[in-house]
């Protein structure tokens, strides 16, 4: 089970800090990651993290102001944004597949668990 949380409204310019915690799996087995979904949309891969939080991988548009790590003591992966824009304006949830490297996360049909989905709104 997976458990999303931090987003908000927020202004253009802000930052957040997502959480997801995880329970019932051996959570160091898994790569984690970041996906987003704005209205109409797709979801689309944001960020993953090995299992061992010592690789990470960012899609192309998140390069710079996204940042993606792990506490396995916490059993916890954190999604930073920073400099926030409107077009951030999704709702994100967090991810877990099993033994996957951290570019692997993002392919969807190979993810085991998925979080419910926090709300992040970026007002202009």
């Known amino acids: 089970q997976l458990q999303a949380s931090g987003g908000g409204l927020v202004q253009a310019g802000g930052s957040l800090r997502l959480s997801c915690a995880a329970s019932g799996f051996t959570f160091n087995r898994y790569g984690m990651g970041w996906f987003r979904q704005a209205p109409g949309d797709e979801r689309r891969f944001v960020a993953g993290i090995s299992g061992s939080g010592g690789s990470t991988y960012y899609v192309d548009y998140a390069k710079g102001r996204f940042t993606i790590s792990r506490d396995n003591a916490k059993n916890t992966v954190y999604l930073q944004v920073h400099s926030l824009k409107p077009e951030d304006t999704a709702v994100y949830f967090c991810?877990?597949?099993?033994?996957?490297?951290?570019?692997?996360?993002?392919?969807?049909?190979?993810?085991?668990?998925w979080g419910q989905g926090t709300q992040v709104t970026v007002s202009s």
């Open positions: 991810a877990a597949a099993f033994y996957t490297s951290a570019q692997f996360v993002g392919n969807i049909q190979g993810v085991d668990y």
